[in-house]
T-cell receptor
Framework: ELKVEQNPLFLSMQEGKNYTIYCNYSTTSDRLYWYRQDPGKSLESLFV?????AVKQEGRLMASLDTKARLSTLHITAAVHDLSATYFCAVAKETSGSRLTFGEGTQLTVNP | GAGVSQSPRYKVAKRGQDVALRCDPISGHVSLFWYQQALGQGPEFLTY????????KSGLPSDRFFAERPEGSVSTLKIQRTQQEDSAVYLC??????????????????FGAGTRLSVL
């Protein structure tokens, strides 16, 4: 059974600081996704990582994938208040169709 | 519309009542998914359609849950004889990709805002 674990589950940080969210998964996967969710809103796709060593960056967020360690990281650089949200990682396996298995989410609060 | 649309946004049901939740996917999207998100948790897979065919319903928690997509576009998730443990946000997602599109395909799923179901 594919399991996905994120840590930390709650993160409170000051504006301007850097931090990393970790996502571990239990079996090999074909794709890893990062999504953002604001309260009462839909999940917004941030990154799709397909291969070992993949790195994607968008603004202050950078995601990477290490398939050998079954680990993905989401690094936040110089956080700003607008980044406050819940971040989910999710994995998919071809043999399971396209179903996504999600982590519990990391609730990020960026304080002024 | 430009995105995935779900209705109603909120639904309050008395225990034992039947409910129907609607999902309008992005036009032309082949694949449609339903997920259940309990408070403070990540979404959990319920079922998947490719066009009108329900290819995977392994995540449906009981036979009280039923989903359909008769014309390969709009989908309805029906819950019969609702129980308190059914209270959750039900998310719908669509994707332009087919199953087994290939390992290199991104297969991004686009989510709706969800229906929050409260069973009293």
């Amino acid at each position: 059974e594919l399991k996905v674990e994120q840590n930390p589950l709650f993160l409170s940080m000051q504006e301007g600081k850097n931090y990393t969210i970790y996502c571990n998964y239990s079996t090999t996967s074909d794709r890893l996704y990062w999504y953002r969710q604001d309260p009462g809103k839909s999940l917004e796709s941030l990154f799709v990582l397909l291969s070992n060593g993949a790195v994607k960056q968008e603004g202050r967020l950078m995601a990477s994938l290490d398939t050998k360690a079954r680990l993905s990281t989401l690094h936040i650089t110089a956080a700003v208040h607008d980044l406050s949200a819940t971040y989910f990682c999710a994995v998919a396996k071809e043999t399971s169709g396209s179903r996504l298995t999600f982590g519990e989410g990391t609730q990020l609060t960026v304080n002024p | 519309g430009a995105g995935v649309s779900q209705s109603p946004r909120y639904k309050v049901a008395k225990r034992g009542q039947d409910v129907a939740l609607r999902c309008d996917p992005i036009s032309g999207h082949v694949s449609l998914f339903w997920y259940q998100q309990a408070l403070g948790q990540g979404p959990e897979f319920l079922t998947y359609f490719q066009n009108e065919a329900q290819l995977d319903k392994s995540g449906l928690p009981s036979d009280r849950f039923f989903a359909e997509r008769p014309e390969g576009s709009v989908s309805t998730l029906k819950i019969q004889r609702t129980q308190q443990e059914d209270s959750a946000v039900y998310l719908c997602a669509s994707s332009p990709y087919r199953v087994l599109a290939g390992v290199g395909a991104k297969n991004i799923q686009y989510f709706g805002a969800g229906t929050r179901l409260s069973v009293l």
